[in-house]
Protein backbone atom coordinates (compact mmCIF):
# COMPACT_ATOMS: atom_id res chain seq x y z
CA UNK A 1 0.00 0.00 0.00
CA UNK A 2 1.46 3.09 -0.86
CA UNK A 3 1.03 7.15 -0.22
CA UNK A 4 1.78 8.75 -3.51
CA UNK A 5 0.51 12.55 -2.34
CA UNK A 6 -0.98 14.28 0.52
CA UNK A 7 -4.67 12.72 -0.36
CA UNK A 8 -4.84 11.08 3.18
CA UNK A 9 -5.25 7.55 1.59
CA UNK A 10 -3.23 4.58 0.88
CA UNK A 11 -3.68 3.09 -3.02
CA UNK A 12 -2.41 -0.44 -3.99
CA UNK A 13 0.51 -1.00 -6.24
CA UNK A 14 2.30 -3.98 -7.39
CA UNK A 15 6.06 -3.43 -7.57
CA UNK A 16 8.49 -6.01 -8.95
CA UNK A 17 10.55 -7.78 -5.83
CA UNK A 18 12.68 -6.08 -4.81
CA UNK A 19 16.70 -7.93 -4.29
CA UNK A 20 18.70 -6.63 -1.02
CA UNK A 21 21.77 -4.79 -1.88
CA UNK A 22 25.11 -4.98 0.37
CA UNK A 23 24.19 -5.52 3.98
CA UNK A 24 20.25 -5.43 3.16
CA UNK A 25 17.82 -8.37 4.20
CA UNK A 26 15.07 -9.20 2.31
CA UNK A 27 11.96 -9.77 4.88
CA UNK A 28 8.81 -11.34 4.03
CA UNK A 29 6.22 -9.01 5.42
CA UNK A 30 3.95 -10.94 8.20
CA UNK A 31 2.86 -8.40 10.69
CA UNK A 32 2.90 -4.74 10.83
CA UNK A 33 1.85 -2.36 13.68
CA UNK A 34 -0.23 0.69 12.60
CA UNK A 35 1.05 3.65 14.31
CA UNK A 36 -0.23 7.23 14.91
CA UNK A 37 3.12 8.40 13.15
CA UNK A 38 1.58 6.86 9.98
CA UNK A 39 -1.32 8.86 10.27
CA UNK A 40 0.99 11.61 10.58
CA UNK A 41 2.75 10.46 7.19
CA UNK A 42 -0.79 10.14 5.65
CA UNK A 43 -1.55 13.43 6.68
CA UNK A 44 1.28 14.99 5.27
CA UNK A 45 1.86 16.50 8.65
CA UNK A 46 6.08 15.07 8.49
CA UNK A 47 7.37 17.31 5.92
CA UNK A 48 10.42 14.75 6.44
CA UNK A 49 8.17 12.19 4.90
CA UNK A 50 9.94 11.12 0.95
CA UNK A 51 6.46 10.66 -1.15
CA UNK A 52 5.63 8.05 -2.61
CA UNK A 53 6.05 6.01 0.40
CA UNK A 54 5.13 2.87 1.85
CA UNK A 55 3.93 3.34 5.59
CA UNK A 56 4.76 0.93 8.36
CA UNK A 57 7.79 0.65 10.85
CA UNK A 58 6.94 -1.75 13.13
CA UNK A 59 7.10 -4.96 10.79
CA UNK A 60 7.79 -8.44 11.79
CA UNK A 61 8.39 -11.07 9.32
CA UNK A 62 10.90 -14.04 7.74
CA UNK A 63 14.14 -13.01 6.16
CA UNK A 64 13.92 -14.29 2.72
CA UNK A 65 16.97 -12.91 1.38
CA UNK A 66 20.33 -12.22 2.62
CA UNK A 67 22.42 -9.44 1.27
CA UNK A 68 25.78 -9.92 1.00
CA UNK A 69 27.44 -8.59 4.16
CA UNK A 70 24.24 -9.22 6.49
CA UNK A 71 25.28 -12.82 6.89
CA UNK A 72 24.46 -11.76 10.69
CA UNK A 73 21.12 -13.29 9.68
CA UNK A 74 19.94 -16.03 7.76
CA UNK A 75 17.52 -17.21 5.69
CA UNK A 76 14.26 -17.79 7.62
CA UNK A 77 15.62 -15.90 10.47
CA UNK A 78 12.79 -14.40 12.25
CA UNK A 79 13.13 -10.53 12.45
CA UNK A 80 11.64 -7.10 13.48
CA UNK A 81 12.03 -4.14 11.48
CA UNK A 82 11.36 -0.64 13.79
CA UNK A 83 11.49 2.68 12.38
CA UNK A 84 15.09 3.77 12.70
CA UNK A 85 16.37 2.36 9.88
CA UNK A 86 20.05 4.01 9.10
CA UNK A 87 22.52 6.53 11.03
CA UNK A 88 25.57 7.85 9.79
CA UNK A 89 27.89 7.08 12.34
CA UNK A 90 30.01 9.92 11.38
CA UNK A 91 27.82 12.97 13.03
CA UNK A 92 28.67 14.18 16.17
CA UNK A 93 25.43 12.61 17.54
CA UNK A 94 26.06 9.08 16.24
CA UNK A 95 29.60 9.78 18.05
CA UNK A 96 27.93 10.88 21.13
CA UNK A 97 25.79 7.23 21.09
CA UNK A 98 22.39 9.59 20.72
CA UNK A 99 22.49 7.89 17.15
CA UNK A 100 18.50 8.75 17.85
CA UNK A 101 19.41 12.16 16.89
CA UNK A 102 21.49 11.32 13.84
CA UNK A 103 21.64 14.75 11.03
CA UNK A 104 21.41 11.75 8.78
CA UNK A 105 18.98 8.83 9.67
CA UNK A 106 16.58 7.46 7.71
CA UNK A 107 13.66 6.51 8.84
CA UNK A 108 11.54 3.34 7.82
CA UNK A 109 7.81 4.14 6.34
CA UNK A 110 9.16 7.94 6.31
CA UNK A 111 12.03 8.59 4.24
CA UNK A 112 12.27 3.83 3.21
CA UNK A 113 9.97 2.04 2.36
CA UNK A 114 7.92 0.28 4.90
CA UNK A 115 6.36 -2.61 5.95
CA UNK A 116 1.94 -1.93 4.58
CA UNK A 117 3.52 -4.53 1.70
CA UNK A 118 4.45 -8.14 1.21
CA UNK A 119 8.17 -7.30 0.80
CA UNK A 120 10.41 -5.12 2.86
CA UNK A 121 13.94 -4.26 2.53
CA UNK A 122 16.35 -3.63 5.14
CA UNK A 123 19.68 -2.80 6.49
CA UNK A 124 20.08 -5.72 9.06
CA UNK A 125 22.33 -3.69 11.25
CA UNK A 126 19.22 -2.38 12.57
CA UNK A 127 17.03 -5.21 13.05
CA UNK A 128 16.60 -6.92 15.62
CA UNK A 129 16.04 -10.32 16.69
CA UNK A 130 12.94 -11.57 18.31
CA UNK A 131 11.73 -13.84 21.00
CA UNK A 132 10.15 -17.21 19.97
CA UNK A 133 7.60 -17.21 22.24
CA UNK A 134 5.15 -14.69 21.12
CA UNK A 135 3.44 -14.24 18.17
CA UNK A 136 3.89 -11.99 15.14
CA UNK A 137 1.21 -10.01 16.20
CA UNK A 138 1.52 -9.69 19.10
CA UNK A 139 5.20 -8.53 18.46
CA UNK A 140 4.43 -5.83 16.16
CA UNK A 141 3.40 -3.26 18.59
CA UNK A 142 6.82 -3.80 20.75
CA UNK A 143 8.88 -2.39 17.80
CA UNK A 144 7.48 1.47 18.15
CA UNK A 145 4.83 1.77 20.82
CA UNK A 146 7.22 -0.57 22.97
CA UNK A 147 10.79 1.04 22.01
CA UNK A 148 9.86 4.33 22.01
CA UNK A 149 7.27 4.23 24.82
CA UNK A 150 10.40 2.65 26.65
CA UNK A 151 12.73 5.53 25.46
CA UNK A 152 9.54 8.02 27.19
CA UNK A 153 10.14 5.57 30.36
CA UNK A 154 13.41 6.21 30.76
CA UNK A 155 13.22 9.73 30.56
CA UNK A 156 10.74 10.00 33.17
CA UNK A 157 13.50 8.29 35.30
CA UNK A 158 12.78 6.89 38.73
CA UNK A 159 9.20 8.50 38.86
CA UNK A 160 6.89 6.34 40.97
CA UNK A 161 3.17 7.96 40.03
CA UNK A 162 3.75 8.14 36.82
CA UNK A 163 0.71 9.58 34.77
CA UNK A 164 0.22 8.63 30.68
CA UNK A 165 -1.93 11.24 28.60
CA UNK A 166 -3.68 9.09 25.67
CA UNK A 167 -3.73 5.15 26.43
CA UNK A 168 -3.08 3.57 22.88
CA UNK A 169 -0.66 1.14 21.86
CA UNK A 170 2.49 2.82 23.51
CA UNK A 171 0.20 3.40 26.57
CA UNK A 172 -0.99 -0.28 27.04
CA UNK A 173 2.25 -1.81 26.82
CA UNK A 174 4.55 0.92 29.33
CA UNK A 175 1.01 0.68 32.06
CA UNK A 176 2.55 -3.82 31.82
CA UNK A 177 6.50 -2.43 31.91
CA UNK A 178 5.41 0.15 35.09
CA UNK A 179 3.30 -2.93 37.07
CA UNK A 180 6.66 -5.02 36.36
CA UNK A 181 8.94 -1.81 37.65
CA UNK A 182 6.42 -1.41 40.77
CA UNK A 183 5.74 2.19 39.59
CA UNK A 184 2.16 3.56 39.56
CA UNK A 185 0.21 4.77 36.19
CA UNK A 186 -2.38 7.20 36.25
CA UNK A 187 -4.33 7.20 33.20
CA UNK A 188 -5.81 10.13 31.21
CA UNK A 189 -8.32 9.33 27.86
CA UNK A 190 -10.40 11.40 25.69
CA UNK A 191 -13.54 12.42 28.70
CA UNK A 192 -15.92 9.82 26.94
CA UNK A 193 -13.83 6.89 26.21
CA UNK A 194 -14.72 4.81 29.65
CA UNK A 195 -13.56 1.82 27.64
CA UNK A 196 -10.13 2.62 27.10
CA UNK A 197 -10.13 3.86 31.30
CA UNK A 198 -11.21 0.04 32.00
CA UNK A 199 -8.91 -1.28 29.75
CA UNK A 200 -6.13 1.07 31.40
CA UNK A 201 -7.59 -0.64 34.86
CA UNK A 202 -7.34 -4.56 33.89
CA UNK A 203 -3.82 -3.92 32.37
CA UNK A 204 -3.02 -2.80 36.01
CA UNK A 205 -3.43 1.30 36.33
CA UNK A 206 -3.77 2.45 39.52
CA UNK A 207 -6.05 5.34 38.12
CA UNK A 208 -7.85 5.92 35.15
CA UNK A 209 -9.72 8.74 34.24
CA UNK A 210 -10.74 11.69 32.03
CA UNK A 211 -7.76 13.83 30.81
CA UNK A 212 -9.85 16.88 32.19
CA UNK A 213 -9.86 15.28 35.55
CA UNK A 214 -7.00 15.89 38.58
CA UNK A 215 -5.10 12.59 39.87
CA UNK A 216 -5.87 11.68 43.42
CA UNK A 217 -2.67 12.66 44.20
CA UNK A 218 0.44 14.84 42.65
CA UNK A 219 2.41 12.77 40.15
CA UNK A 220 5.98 12.14 39.96
CA UNK A 221 6.13 12.43 36.03
CA UNK A 222 4.04 12.13 32.88
CA UNK A 223 4.20 10.71 29.59
CA UNK A 224 1.90 12.83 26.68
CA UNK A 225 1.40 9.83 24.04
CA UNK A 226 -1.79 11.61 22.31
CA UNK A 227 -1.02 14.67 19.62
CA UNK A 228 -2.77 17.51 21.60
CA UNK A 229 -0.25 19.97 22.75
CA UNK A 230 -3.37 21.37 25.47
CA UNK A 231 -2.24 18.07 27.74
CA UNK A 232 1.59 19.74 27.92
CA UNK A 233 -0.24 22.46 30.32
CA UNK A 234 -2.59 19.89 31.68
CA UNK A 235 0.20 17.49 32.73
CA UNK A 236 2.17 20.35 34.38
CA UNK A 237 -0.73 21.25 36.51
CA UNK A 238 -0.39 17.97 38.19
CA UNK A 239 3.29 17.26 38.32
CA UNK A 240 5.42 17.51 41.34
CA UNK A 241 8.25 19.98 41.96
CA UNK A 242 11.60 18.63 39.83
CA UNK A 243 8.87 16.80 37.79
CA UNK A 244 9.35 16.30 34.11
CA UNK A 245 6.64 15.88 31.77
CA UNK A 246 7.80 13.77 28.20
CA UNK A 247 6.01 14.32 25.11
CA UNK A 248 6.24 11.26 23.10
CA UNK A 249 5.21 11.46 19.41
CA UNK A 250 6.41 12.78 16.59
CA UNK A 251 4.02 15.90 15.91
CA UNK A 252 1.60 17.56 18.46
CA UNK A 253 -0.59 20.15 17.33
CA UNK A 254 0.62 23.92 19.29
CA UNK A 255 0.84 23.97 23.03
CA UNK A 256 -1.20 27.07 24.62
CA UNK A 257 0.71 29.66 26.42
CA UNK A 258 0.62 28.50 30.06
CA UNK A 259 1.24 30.66 33.13
CA UNK A 260 5.07 30.07 33.95
CA UNK A 261 3.99 29.13 38.05
CA UNK A 262 2.90 25.69 36.70
CA UNK A 263 6.10 25.40 35.55
CA UNK A 264 8.01 26.73 38.07
CA UNK A 265 9.94 24.41 40.93
CA UNK A 266 12.38 22.81 37.90
CA UNK A 267 9.97 20.96 36.40
CA UNK A 268 11.11 20.17 32.94
CA UNK A 269 8.89 19.75 29.19
CA UNK A 270 11.03 17.66 27.08
CA UNK A 271 10.56 15.60 23.99
CA UNK A 272 11.65 11.91 22.87
CA UNK A 273 12.99 11.65 19.06
CA UNK A 274 13.29 8.20 17.36
CA UNK A 275 15.05 5.68 19.48
CA UNK A 276 18.57 4.21 19.55
CA UNK A 277 19.65 0.48 18.81
CA UNK A 278 20.39 0.09 22.70
CA UNK A 279 16.79 0.74 23.36
CA UNK A 280 15.32 -1.54 21.13
CA UNK A 281 17.72 -4.21 22.80
CA UNK A 282 17.06 -3.35 26.44
CA UNK A 283 12.96 -3.37 25.74
CA UNK A 284 12.51 -6.38 23.66
CA UNK A 285 14.86 -7.54 27.04
CA UNK A 286 12.81 -6.00 30.05
CA UNK A 287 8.95 -6.57 28.29
CA UNK A 288 9.77 -10.55 28.17
CA UNK A 289 11.12 -10.12 31.64
CA UNK A 290 7.98 -7.95 32.49
CA UNK A 291 6.05 -11.07 30.60
CA UNK A 292 4.18 -8.06 28.68
CA UNK A 293 1.28 -8.99 26.28
CA UNK A 294 -0.23 -6.64 23.79
CA UNK A 295 -3.67 -6.95 22.40
CA UNK A 296 -3.66 -7.01 18.68
CA UNK A 297 -6.48 -5.86 16.89
CA UNK A 298 -5.94 -7.36 13.50
CA UNK A 299 -6.67 -5.62 9.71
CA UNK A 300 -6.31 -7.45 6.46
CA UNK A 301 -3.14 -5.21 4.32
CA UNK A 302 -5.95 -4.01 1.88
CA UNK A 303 -7.75 -2.62 4.65
CA UNK A 304 -4.85 -0.01 5.99
CA UNK A 305 -6.68 2.50 5.32
CA UNK A 306 -9.83 1.68 7.19
CA UNK A 307 -7.13 0.68 10.17
CA UNK A 308 -5.73 4.12 9.95
CA UNK A 309 -9.38 5.46 10.49
CA UNK A 310 -10.44 3.38 13.01
CA UNK A 311 -6.85 4.74 15.13
CA UNK A 312 -8.18 8.17 13.93
CA UNK A 313 -11.20 8.26 15.29
CA UNK A 314 -10.00 6.48 18.70
CA UNK A 315 -11.90 2.63 17.80
CA UNK A 316 -8.99 0.99 18.66
CA UNK A 317 -8.49 -0.48 22.20
CA UNK A 318 -4.62 -2.49 22.25
CA UNK A 319 -3.05 -1.82 19.08
CA UNK A 320 -3.99 -2.27 15.23
CA UNK A 321 -1.82 -4.38 13.51
CA UNK A 322 -2.00 -5.60 9.95
CA UNK A 323 -1.94 -9.50 9.60
CA UNK A 324 0.05 -9.77 5.82
CA UNK A 325 0.02 -13.06 4.10
ZN1 LIG B 1 24.72 10.40 12.44
ZN1 LIG C 1 5.56 4.47 15.54
Not at 117 to 129: G, I, M, N, T, V
Request: net charge neutral.
Amino acid sequence: MILNSTASRLVPVTLAAPRPSRGQLLVKVTACGVCRTDLHVVDGDLPQARLPIIPGHEIVGVVAEVGAGAESFCLADRVGIPWLGFTCGTCRFCLAGRENLCDNAQFTGCTIHGGYAEYALADSRYCFRLPTDYSDLELAPWLCAGLIGYRALRMAVDAERLGIYGFGAAAHILTQVCRYEQRHVYAFTRPEDTQAQAFARKLGAVWAGSSDDAPPCELDAAIVFAPVGALVPKALQHVAKGATVVCAGIHMSDIPQFPYSILWGERRVCSVANLTRRDGLEFIEVAQRAEVHTTPVPFALSAANEALTALREGRITGAAVLAIG
